[in-house]
């Protein structure tokens, strides 16, 4: 084991808001550590959708995979199309992402540890297996499963899965179809990428289990001739179990913070911004941000709307199909199913 070495400020977890918070700090000059335990960057099961008024807009134009202003949306009872000017989701590859943020916190000044898991944390100390590290502040970008959340004794009981297929091929449209006989809360989603589509299903937990919500996406992939022959599914959780972000010389961010949306499950964004908001409070304690409060705002929304379509499926089904008739009929924004300002 190395020698124990001081950071300004660590960050655990490479994905998009631990990158960002780190790049920010470093920018202005802060010691800057991010501890990623998995070799590569980036990688993450997910539909890889990122909106315009959230995340697709700041992205260079060589990150953007497919740009979509037309959103095709079912249920059992409806179809419509919601059409736009600018796109209204555009899809990303991960990785790539991932790298090109990595590039930009380690051209900052960041130290990126990779392939470098946490066993430890304390007050003032975190722990792997290569070495010591104190910090005068910490922050948790460490996913559904936090690590730090957990040192902080936060529960999170309020769990999305998303599992999905990445089949290759070339389709056409970008579709969600919201059914509460099948998905009871969540969806099941196409979404294109360059010569692929994500094609998969997210539910809360608490209303379908992994295992039936996999066999629910299984009955909704035969019916619609999609063939997944010889495809390994990939799954994932999403917390929005929100507490709170702000913990003394500790923060969360992202899924850790329980911040994506229990409604769409949408995390890209509401990462980036929290991760933002972060870096801004350490630089300045004083700092207060708009977006971010704005963002809280939504989160609380989706989770109230989430929890009345929990109540049973006749009451989910009324809510969806008034809720999909209502951006028929252009009586709401789509924007306002995102997280974005």
Known sequence: MTRTKHFHTIVIGAGPGGLTCATLLAEKGMDVLVVERNTSIGMK??????????????????LIEKPF????????????VIRETEPIISTINREKIGKWMADKALKAGVTLLSGTAVTQITDSEVVTKSGRYTFRYLVGADGSNSLVRRTLNIPTKRIGVGVHYQVPGNFPKMIWHL?????????????????SASVGAYANRADLSPKTLKEKLHNWIKKHD????????????VNFDYRGWHFGNTFLVGDAAGLASGLTGEGIYPAVCSGETVAKTIIDPGYESKTFTGLIKKHRRHTRLLSLCSTNTFFAKIILESLIAALRFNIINFKALEMGD
């Open 45 to 62: 099961v997910c539909a890889g959708g990122v909106t315009w008024s959230g995340l697709a807009r700041h992205l260079p134009e060589e």
């Open 69 to 80: 202003n037309r959103q095709y949306i079912h249920s059992g009872m409806q179809k419509t």
């Open 179 to 195: 059914d509460p006989d099948l998905f009871k809360t969540g969806y099941a989603w196409v979404f294109p990428h360059s010569n």
């Open 226 to 237: 999609i063939n997944i022959n010889g495809l390994k599914p990939e799954a994932a959780t």
